[in-house]
């Protein structure tokens, strides 16, 4: 048993079994999963060079509404909550590969394979991919691998608060230095607009080879980004492993004073501190970066982990009723297929976006855009539970674990009639 460094008593992290623990985190990333979607489906018709630039400006109506709900509620706390899982994952395999006596080699062949998954899904279907920087960050997460689950949480925590400082200091910067210092002044902010309406362009109206094109240069321009997105993944990894080896999640019915606190507590930071920075700034009109968005955005990205934290909570309460875990048990098939509908999720998009596909860039609102990411992911739900009702992996992690382990595992549940 993995010692808990005074903390509530743990079940061993071995694979967690039933509906009360595999189940949840299986219901949990399928939740994640359609939140990823609903940000994520934005990108498959706005140019790269507006990222950063919060919420599409000049919207009115429903689609206004429904960019600003997903700007709140949903921009940054399903991608924390799916990296909070990753850490849990994490958590779950080095104990099952500790057993085996091969944790470091399987792990890193693991990782391997992701980073792999990764470049290939940026390369040829979606730039936004974020398995190559999970696959970077996890490389760290090794090396953190013995650390007793307070010291994961505290290094966690640390992290994450000071890359928002960070940010915080840069919006203060800000105050005393003119942005055309800085290089985000309106000269800067003119040639981002004409790279992304030439970038625009080709997604709507290219081939798969001129959009394919597009899409490495798309991914070196964003490259820059790792620097901030692999610690961030990293100190969230390290929040959900001490979330699954504190024993906690393993046992929510014995551990509820603390799951109310955490969603008491949690929800209310998380969500004043959003709330704050939409008040300030949803987003830049003219794609420059002043004082006021900057501030905006770093109090958006504080909020978020606090926030999905607090959401968990909520959710793992709501699991220990019979009602609860029916109602989010219909999401724990696309949760078991993650990476695969993840990257199904991205085809799916880019054949409806793109000039190889439909050609819908530009041509569907915001209100639209969120209603078709949710009918796409309810449709994941249906066919992933008709798929894992005859198979015992989604294909990709079927994939995944062959090249991980070495040796094909059994696919289908029964073996076909002679």
């Given amino acids: 048993m993995i010692a808990t460094d005074g903390e509530a008593p743990a079940a061993a992290p071995a694979p967690l079994q039933g509906r009360g623990r595999i189940g949840l985190l299986d219901a949990l990333r399928g939740l994640a999963l359609a939140g990823i979607f609903v940000v994520n489906i934005e990108w498959f018709t706005r140019p790269w060079q507006e990222f950063g630039n919060g919420m599409a400006q000049g919207l009115a109506g429903a689609d206004l509404a429904a960019a600003w709900f997903v700007h709140v509620f949903v921009a940054g ?62 490389l760290v997460l090794l090396a953190l691998r013995d650390a007793a689950p307070r010291v994961q949480l505290g290094i966690g925590l640390a992290l994450y608060l000071g890359l928002h400082v960070l940010s915080l200091l840069a919006a203060a910067a800000l105050l005393v230095v003119p942005p055309e210092a800085m290089g985000l002044g309106a000269d800067a902010a003119a040639e981002s607009a004409r790279a992304g309406a030439d970038a625009a362009a080709i997604y709507a109206g ?28 990293l100190a969230v990894f390290l929040v959900g492993s001490w979330l699954l080896r504190s024993g906690r999640i393993a046992d929510v019915a014995g551990n509820r004073g603390f799951f109310r606190r955490m969603a008491v507590l949690g929800l209310s930071l998380g969500l004043g501190l959003t709330l704050w920075g939409a008040w300030l700034a949803t987003g830049s009109a003219a794609g420059t970066y002043d004082a006021r968005w900057v501030l905006a955005a770093s109090l958006h990205g504080l909020g978020a982990l606090p926030m999905t934290l607090g959401g968990v909570a909520a959710l793992a309460l709501a699991w220990t009723s019979p009602a609860g875990s029916r109602l989010l048990g219909i999401l724990a098939p696309a949760g078991r297929m993650a990476l695969t509908n993840y990257l199904l999720q991205s085809l799916v998009a880019s054949l409806v976006f793109y ?64």
């Fill in 77 to 138: 706390k399903f991608w924390v909550l799916f990296s909070l899982l990753f850490g849990m994952g994490f958590a779950v395999m080095m104990e099952r590969a500790r057993a085996s006596g091969r944790a470091t080699p399987i792990y890193l062949r693991r990782l391997a394979v992701l980073f792999a998954i990764g470049i290939a899904h940026a390369l040829l279907l979606w730039v936004g991919d974020i398995l190559h920087a999970y696959a970077i960050a996890g």
């Fill in 206 to 233: 290219g081939g798969f080879a001129g959009v394919t094109a597009q899409r490495l240069d798309d991914f070196l321009f964003l490259a820059p980004n790792l620097v901030g997105v692999v610690p961030m993944a």
């Fill in 355 to 418: 000039g190889y596909g439909l050609a819908m860039w530009g041509r569907i609102g915001h209100a639209g855009l969120l209603l078709l990411a949710l009918a796409v992911f309810a449709l994941q739900v249906a066919a992933s539970r008709w798929w894992l009702a005859r198979y015992r992996f989604g294909p990709l992690e079927w994939a995944w674990r062959w090249a991980t382990y070495g040796s094909r595992p059994p696919m289908r549940i029964r073996a076909p009639d002679a």
